[in-house]
């Protein structure tokens, strides 16, 4: 039984061993591979120029050129804009400079004129208790202060009131304005009247009617004042 078996497995063996060994006493043929060139990989025959580059067409060695940059000549042309950045700057600086300046005068004038003139309309309330100190004083004769004690001393007390108060609008800027025997002047008089005197030059103020004020030079209450008038006219 085990010889009946071995003899089939015998022969496979010996089958396989015979394909083997027919296989290897092949002959190997190498098909050649087709390689296939491009026109523009052949090379030019000797004697023949290679063709010219189109227009929009650059050769190696012109990009190469082209991308080989001079460092000096690229540093001088960076160093000259910054150059004209830096000046601009400056320019810029000092016209601002300029201009906060001007701001600041402008501003420190606008407030010195402010502070001038705080006291503006207080001053024109004030205006009427100095011209009744003038009522008052002018309403007293000679006669009775020449006479009478009493109202002496209440004329000088008013008197001396008055001086004080105008000292102290002084001292704030408020000046009195009494153009007597001066030539009329419309910024500062206000002409009520007009009467020819030949003794005198046209034009003079000689009657004083309401005294005027300034506020550190400027008019606050123009002086009623009568002229004198031209004879020819």
Sequence with gaps: MHRALFTPLTRSVAARVAVRSTMAARP???????????????????????PEATEGETTKEESTEQKEVDPAEEFKAQLAKKDKDLADMKNHYARAIADFRNLQESTKKEVQKAKDFALQKFAKDLLESIDNFSLALSAVKEETLATNDEVKNLYEGVSMTQNVFEKTLNRHGIQKIDPMGEPFDPNQH????????????????????????????????PAKVGIVKDVEN
């Excluded at 190997?28 to 290679?50: H, I, L, T, W």
């Excluded at 009247?193 to 046209?202: L, N, R, V, Y």
Aim: charged share 25%; hydrophobic share 35%.
């Design 28 to 50: 190997v043929v190498f098909a050649p591979r087709m390689v296939r060139f491009s026109s523009n990989d052949a090379k030019a025959p000797e004697g023949e120029a290679k």
């Design 190 to 221: 206000e002409a009520t009247f007009e009467i020819p005197q030949p003794d005198k030059e046209p034009g003079t103020v000689f009657h004083v009617q309401q005294p005027g004020y300034t506020l550190n030079s400027r008019v606050l209450r």
